[in-house]
């Protein structure tokens, strides 16, 4: 089983490196040979790689990933706090969902863009915008899982707790919120994603410290290699995080697996 697991994980790592490999020269071609040749502001692949080769020995990009890095991961721990309180009290409390449902299927549709001129004259340019923004684009996947996975728990594990006289409070903390940790680790994962986002757009879009306002910043200087080699290191940064996300995910199910068997 070992075995196949690992020749598994290198294929699927072969297919991965083949497809990159694809894309690059297919860039290169596009934009030497190709359609796309001689285009003023389209970068080739090679003078793009090779400035994100560079930007390694920046220190002024190094900052510009801590902030953006600081950005996300503030907006996101808002967002888990805020996602899981309000998503286990309208998932597990019908009157705190009438209540508060009008006003989440109100908010959730409405972009972060949206808003972004009012939260910029209110705060500015600022890493605050940023969280604000990472904030408000992550909370509401987190939510929706919550409140998904606190409904679908399994009636008969509910009928077991009933039929050991466990209390409501054991019963939520024992049955209910374990049951439910396969949706919230899913809406971490999608709420990651949104965070990185909408703080690379802060910069990008508002002028807020961090990778977008390096990119901004070469974009206004007509550097398109420049500008590109960010935008590569924005989805490095973003595929690093899935991976870690993904390597939780896996530990978090195995464990909670190898406790059912124990109990």
Same mark, same amino acid.
Not at 68 to 92: D, E, Q, R, S
Not at 95 to 101: I, P
């Given at each position: 089983m070992t075995s196949r697991r690992i020749t598994s994980g290198a294929q699927n790592a072969a297919f991965g490196i083949s497809g990159a490999l694809i894309?690059?020269?297919s860039w290169q071609w596009f934009t030497t040979a190709g359609p796309f040749a001689g285009i003023v502001g389209f970068p080739t692949m090679t003078g793009s790689v090779a400035q994100t080769l560079g930007l390694i020995w920046e220190s002024s990009f190094w900052a510009a990933v801590g902030e953006?890095?600081?950005?996300?991961?503030? $907006?996101? #721990? +808002?967002?888990?706090?805020? $996602?899981? #309180? +309000?998503?286990?009290?309208? $998932?597990?409390s019908?009157?705190?969902?009438?209540?508060?449902?009008p006003t989440i299927q109100f908010l959730r549709p409405l972009p972060p863009v949206v808003i972004l001129p009012l939260v910029l004259l209110v705060l500015g340019p600022t890493t605050e915008l940023g969280v604000f923004l990472?904030?408000?684009g992550a909370v509401w996947p987190i939510l929706v899982q919550?409140?998904?996975?606190?409904?679908?728990?399994d009636p008969i594990a509910l009928d077991t707790a009933q039929s050991m006289s466990l209390s409501w409070f054991k019963t939520q903390t024992a049955v209910v919120i374990p049951s439910a940790i396969p949706f919230i680790i899913t809406g971490v994962k999608i709420a990651v994603s949104a965070a990185l986002?909408?703080?690379i757009a802060a910069g990008l879009l508002a002028g807020a410290p961090g990778l977008g306002k390096l990119i901004l910043i070469a974009q206004e200087a007509n550097q398109s290699d420049l500008a590109f080699g960010l935008i590569l290191w924005s989805g490095v940064l973003g595929a690093s995080l899935a991976l870690i996300l993904a390597w939780a995910e896996r530990t978090l199910v195995r464990g909670r697996r190898a406790l059912e068997e124990y109990l």
């Open positions: 894309w690059l020269v953006t890095l600081k950005m996300a991961f503030a $907006g996101l #721990g +808002i967002a888990v706090v805020i $996602g899981m #309180g +309000i998503g286990l009290l309208t $998932g597990l019908r009157r705190s969902h009438e209540a508060l449902d990472a904030a408000f919550v409140q998904a996975g606190v409904r679908d728990v986002l909408l703080a």
